[in-house]
């Protein structure tokens, strides 16, 4: 069993800074590479950012230079350090990890509850 746990969400009036935590506990035996999605309300869930286990990174477009993403392999966490918050960001924030569970296993896609993201004045 793999759980991914979130925190950090919350509310935020715009210009403002957030960090989302995400800690994967459970039968692993690697992590490959982990990231945040968001699905804003009546969108399609969109790619945030990654990070693979070597700290190569990738984002949107629209969220370069504002946020941050990195990752303690010793903790199995990632972190989303995002700065510069405009309305434009609210939604609910989803963890991922791609995570072998034992030598011999496929490489699958886990994912978080989710947090909920608000800009707002």
């Known amino acids: 069993q793999v759980q991914l746990v979130e925190s950090g969400g919350g509310l935020v009036q715009p210009g403002g800074s957030l960090r989302l935590s995400c800690t994967a506990s459970?039968?692993?035996?690697?992590?490959?590479?982990m990231g945040w999605y968001r699905q804003a309300p009546g969108k399609q869930r969109e790619l945030v950012a990654t990070?693979?286990?070597?700290?190569?990174?990738d984002y949107a477009d629209s969220v370069k230079g504002r946020f941050s993403i990195s990752r303690d392999n010793a903790e199995n966490t990632v972190y989303l350090q995002m700065n510069s918050l405009k309305p434009e960001d609210t939604a609910v924030y989803y963890c991922?990890?791609?995570?072998?569970?034992?030598?011999?296993?496929?490489?699958?896609?886990?994912w978080g509850q989710g947090t909920q993201v608000s800009v707002s004045s």
């Open positions: 990070i693979l286990s070597g700290g190569s990174t």
């Open positions: 459970g039968s692993i035996f690697s992590i490959y590479t």
């Open positions: 991922n990890a791609r995570i072998m569970k034992s030598y011999s296993s496929s490489i699958n896609d886990y």
